[in-house]
């Protein structure tokens, strides 16, 4: 590896986050000249991070100054978190300075293949059920990227993996150059981030650049039932959902070309949305040239993550279902198709541009009563009057306690709120964990 490649070079990197950090520290790494820039103003930004950055020679400016940074560089590094059409970005591009991603820096300083994960629901359970399945069964690898640590960080370590598990977002994809994993994952499709992109088929775009730069000889894993355009890899398909594909469900169990690989009673995955994800694992780890006889024991014994569709208690005959995670209609569906009991939906959170209409159907059919919290309460009351009683709370704690006395031995309250949660918490793993304990606080109830 060619540890000086950017030598002398004077680099830019937009924001301060994991991933802007991480970039700021590989590119010193190589020699660079680094300012990072972010609009927030210092104190609002980690003091620890700051200072890191800044023992390793890198220039921070932050606030004002550095919207309005003048200088010149040779390139500009945009952290996932920034918009590129952002005031901080467009004084870049504006001036025709070369911009990529952070996920294509990462890309250009390592040598180790890559496995991309992509998807509007279900990249981080299929992108760490893969990686602890091809541990298991021998390749060395380590789930980064959108989760974990940044591509950038993995690259400077420098560790000797067989190969890299990486989960990547539309918004790291958008400005890719030459990233070309040797396996591509596209699980699913599904409206999201319409705060971002001005279009649903801006947010696709930007997603199915994952193919862009693969040829022949790589290989692209894909719902079957997903309409994508014609791409250049060698295609595998699955669906839990159609016949017509490589890996579907028959008879209990999934198959591969008609041969039962694993029977769904054998995994602690539920729902047919991780049977897909268990789908797509196994595909990944065939084209790694993997048996599926050494896969089915790692893929059995995988745990679930918490905040996706997480058991979290039973209190007076009522299951409580914490699906945190759950940031957008398609999660919310998925959440709603997997429980076979009467449901109590607790849902709402910030205001990310798109409507909850399309759900209306599918709660008729499952959701005796909903609850509605935060930005998008009195929107989602709209979208679903008439079809299911609606109240809306005040706080979590304030839903949780109207979920209690509302629900009935034999139903389940799930809290799987449809989007964003930085209205009220600091991200979806707090907004899971106050959830948690609310419930976990709740009296026992004899009824």
């Known amino acids: 590896m060619n540890n000086t490649r950017y030598q002398n070079q004077n680099i830019v990197v937009l924001g301060a986050g994991l991933s802007g950090s991480a970039a700021a520290l590989l590119l010193r790494s190589e020699d660079a000249q680094v300012t990072l820039l972010d609009s927030a103003e210092e104190q609002n930004l980690l003091k620890s991070t700051v200072d890191n950055l800044r023992t390793h020679g890198v220039g921070v400016i932050c606030g004002a100054a550095a919207d309005e940074d003048s200088a010149t560089y040779h390139m500009a590094i945009l952290s996932p978190g920034i918009d590129p059409a952002s005031r901080l970005a467009c004084n870049f591009s504006s001036r025709g300075i070369e911009m990529i991603s952070e996920l294509e820096l990462g890309w250009r300083s390592s040598e180790i293949p890559v496995i991309a994960v992509t998807g509007t629901n279900g990249k981080t359970t299929t992108t760490e059920l893969l990686a602890e399945m091809l541990n298991a069964c021998g390749q060395r690898t380590i789930a980064c990227g959108n989760i974990g640590k940044p591509l950038s960080e993995v690259a400077r370590e420098k560790k000797p993996f067989d190969v890299l598990t990486v989960e990547v977002s539309s918004f790291q994809l958008e400005a890719i150059r030459t990233f070309r994993p040797s396996i591509s994952l596209w ?132 299951e409580y279902v914490n699906d945190s995670k759950a940031t957008n209609l398609d999660a919310v569906d998925k959440a709603l198709r997997a429980q076979n009991k009467p449901v109590i939906l607790i849902a709402g959170g910030k205001d990310k541009g798109f409507s909850f209409d399309p759900l209306r159907p599918l709660v008729k059919e499952k959701v005796r009563s909903t609850i509605l919290i935060g930005e998008m309460a009195e929107n989602i009351r709209r979208s679903w009057n008439g079809a299911v009683e609606c109240e809306i709370a005040n706080s979590l704690a304030d839903a949780v306690e109207r979920a209690h006395a509302t629900a009935g031995p034999g139903e389940v309250v799930l809290f799987s709120p449809g989007t964003s949660s930085f209205d009220m918490f600091k991200s979806y793993g707090d907004r899971g964990d106050q959830f948690r304990a609310l419930v976990r606080a709740l009296p026992k109830t004899d009824r």
Do not use: W
Request: aromatic content about 8%; overall charge neutral.
């Open 187 to 318: 699980l699913n499709f599904a409206p999201d981030h319409l705060d971002r992109y001005r279009s649903v088929a801006d947010y696709r775009a930007a997603k199915l650049r994952i193919f862009e730069n693969q040829m022949e000889s790589d290989v692209a894993i894909v719902n079957a039932i997903e309409k994508l355009p014609a791409v250049r890899p060698r295609k595998i398909t699955f669906s839990a959902y159609a016949d017509q594909a490589d890996f579907r469900v028959s008879q209990g169990a999934i198959v591969y070309q008609d041969e039962p690989i694993l029977r769904l009673a054998d995994t602690k995955l539920r729902g047919l949305h991780n049977i897909e994800n268990l789908m797509a694992t196994l595909a990944a780890g065939m084209a790694r040239g993997l048996s599926f006889e050494e896969m089915v024991a790692p893929l059995c014994a995988y745990e679930p993550r918490p905040h996706r569709c997480e058991f979290v208690r039973e209190v007076g005959g009522v």
